[in-house]
Nanobody, 123 residues
Framework: QVQLVESGGGLVQAGGSLRLSCAVSGRTFSSTSMGWFRRAPGKEREFVAA???????NYADSVKGRFTVSRDNAKNTVYLQMNSLKPEDTAIYYC?????????????????WGQGTQVTVSS
């Protein structure tokens, strides 16, 4: 059974930085693509970023130039470095895994999800 556990969320002032981590177990991590999504209060969950050994990287326009997704295959962990945070980045952040190597923006292409970690950016 695949398990994804996020960590690293918290409260930060606008302009600050946070790094989220997602530890993966129960699957061959190196061949799994990983995505980050977020759900802001009162909004639908949306795509943030994804990383795949086949297709590379993908970012939502709203985070390009500020967020960086990376992975450490030796630690079975994917990271989301978030810089220049804005109040509108406030959300619950979820990591997700996809067997097919996709870096799609669509939730349906990811088959396993973490429980989420709260990020709050104060103005």
């Amino acid at each position: 059974q695949v398990q994804l556990v996020e960590s690293g969320g918290g409260l930060v002032q606008a302009g600050g930085s946070l790094r989220l981590s997602c530890a993966v177990s129960g699957r061959t991590f190196s061949s799994t693509s990983m995505g980050w999504f977020r759900r802001a209060p009162g909004k639908e969950r949306e795509f943030v970023a994804a990383i795949s050994w086949i297709y590379g990287l993908n970012y939502a326009d709203s985070v390009k130039g500020r967020f960086t997704v990376s992975r450490d295959n030796a630690k079975n962990t994917v990271y989301l470095q978030m810089n220049s945070l804005k109040p509108e980045d406030t959300a619950i952040y979820y990591c997700a895994a996809s067997r097919d190597g996709s870096i799609s923006v669509y939730e349906r292409t990811y088959d396993s999800w973490g429980q989420g970690t709260q990020v709050t950016v104060s103005s």
